[in-house]
Nanobody, 120 residues
C-alpha cells in the first residue's frame, strides 16, 4: 500500500509560480509511474501530467504544456510539479497519484490533495 502526501499549495498571483511536492511511502517508489491531477470547484477531476518510473518520459494535458514541469527524485521518493505562469483557471485542488502502469486515469493510489489558488 502506497501512501502519498502532497504539499506546496497556496495562494499566488496570476503569472506567479509554485512547486508542488508529493512524498511517497509504503512501497518501492521506482516501481510506480506518478501523476498529477486537479479538480477545480464545481468540475470533475482532470489529468494534468504523468511521469514514467525513472523519469525518462512525461506527458502533459494541453492546457499546461510549456508552463508546468513534472519531475521525480527516486532517491527521495518524491514527485514534483513545477508550475509557472499560473492563471486563475489553474485554481484547483491538486492530487498526486501512483500506479504500476503508465496511464492518465484510473490510477491505484491517491493523496488527499493540496489547494492551489491563483488570484487575478
Amino acid at each position: 500500500q502506497v501512501q502519498l502526501v502532497e504539499s506546496g499549495g497556496g495562494l499566488v498571483q496570476a503569472g506567479g509560480s509554485l512547486r508542488l511536492s508529493c512524498a511517497a511511502s509504503g512501497g518501492t517508489f521506482s516501481n510506480y509511474a506518478m501523476g498529477w491531477f486537479r479538480q477545480a470547484p464545481g468540475k470533475e477531476r482532470e489529468f494534468v501530467a504523468v511521469i514514467s518510473w525513472r523519469g525518462g518520459w512525461s506527458y502533459y494535458t494541453d492546457s499546461v504544456k510549456g508552463r508546468f514541469t513534472i519531475s521525480r527524485d527516486n532517491a527521495k521518493n518524491t514527485v514534483y510539479l513545477q508550475m509557472n505562469s499560473l492563471k486563475p483557471e489553474d485554481t484547483a485542488v491538486y492530487y498526486c497519484a501512483a500506479d504500476n502502469r503508465l496511464r492518465r486515469d484510473g490510477m491505484d493510489y491517491w493523496g488527499k490533495g493540496t489547494l492551489v489558488t491563483v488570484s487575478s
